[in-house]
């Protein structure tokens, strides 16, 4: 999808690279580039009601800990990306770790 807006660092806070003009002013801060990785973890990482705009949006730690359950997390995880405008295809690998390939 090539969603472009402010992105996250490693530990998910936000990017930022200071840019200030001759007079030492500050003139840029925030990176902006590509953010759909960003989109697509918050939205996995985040629990419904984390975000005020989007109430029902958000996978969020539900099925931590949680036997049998991969196929409905997957279901899940897919509807919640579906709802942002992702078409992806979600997996669980034999391990059960989340494999989300987005187009």
Do not use: C, W
Request: proline share 1%; aromatic share 6%; charged share 35%.
């Amino acid at each position: 999808m090539g969603r472009r807006g402010i992105v996250l660092d490693e530990r998910g806070e936000l990017k930022v690279k200071v840019m200030k003009d001759a007079d030492g002013f500050i003139t840029q801060g925030l990176v902006v580039d590509e953010s759909d990785y960003d989109h697509v973890a918050l939205i996995v990482a985040s629990n419904k009601g984390d975000f005020k705009d989007y109430p029902v949006l958000g996978v969020g730690e539900r099925y931590l800990k949680s036997v049998g359950r991969a196929a409905e997390m997957r279901a899940d995880v897919q509807t919640q990306l579906e709802l942002d405008g992702y078409k992806a295809d979600v997996q669980v690998s034999d391990t059960g770790e989340l494999v989300i390939d987005t187009k």
